[in-house]
Structures are given as C-alpha cells and as structure tokens.
C-alpha cells in the first residue's frame, strides 16, 4: 500500500510540475507575441576617434519597446550583406539600412543609419582605421 501512494504522490509531482513548466511556457510565448518594437526612420551617426561604432537597439529603437529580452541589431551594407552591428569609416557617407529584431519573438523593426565623420580625418587617417583589426 505505501508503494501505491508513493508512486500516486510521485505521479502528482510529475503533473504539477509538467503544468507548471506549460503555464510559464505560454506566459512567456504570450508576453514575446506582443513584444511591439518602433524604430526611428533615420537617424545619423558620427564616428568617434577610434573610427568605428557600434550600433545599439538604444540608438535605433524608441524608449518604449515592450520586449522582455536582449535585442539584435544587424547592420546591411550597400550590397545587402548583413555585418553585424560595426560601422567604421569605410562606411562615411552611406546611408546604412538596420534592423533590430527580437530573436524571442522574431518581431523587428527597420530604419537606416547615416555614417558620418565630422572630424575630417584625412583619407590616409581613415585608411590607417580600416587597417587595425
């Protein structure tokens, strides 16, 4: 008789913690699903001494996103190829398409990054840039 309550009891800590793990699963697929990103059209970057910056889901995104987790921010150059989230000075001038993306929900918004350098390095100075790696 204690074996057959033993595995009743074992039985129902397995259910509740199976309806557990589904309520916080569906919580937290729910809270992704409206996870509402709004990003800024245009917004225009000036690189600092070091000659490159990174661009940050802050730079792109309203204050008022509701995502719970870490954004992505991928960066296309004028080709379409995604490099990441680095711009340098061998990308002053151009006018950079951005995503950022939620990768819980997939959610993303699109806006573009003007790359600016408004120190006027010389072309040698910005050539000595690209070099470092």
Known sequence: MKTL???KSTILWVVLI???LYQNSFATTIENEF???DCNGQINLSLPETGFAVVTPSMMTSSSYSCTGP?????????GNDIGNIVNC???GQNLMI???DPVSG???WGNILVEDKLKRSSKKRKFWLEIP
Request: glycine content about 0%.
């Open 5 to 7: 309550n033993l595995v």
């Open 18 to 20: 199976l309806i557990s």
């Open 35 to 37: 996870c509402v990103l």
């Open 71 to 79: 954004l992505e921010v991928h960066v296309m150059d004028i080709n």
């Open 90 to 92: 061998s990308h002053v």
């Open 99 to 101: 995503s950022v993306v």
């Open 107 to 109: 959610n993303n918004c």
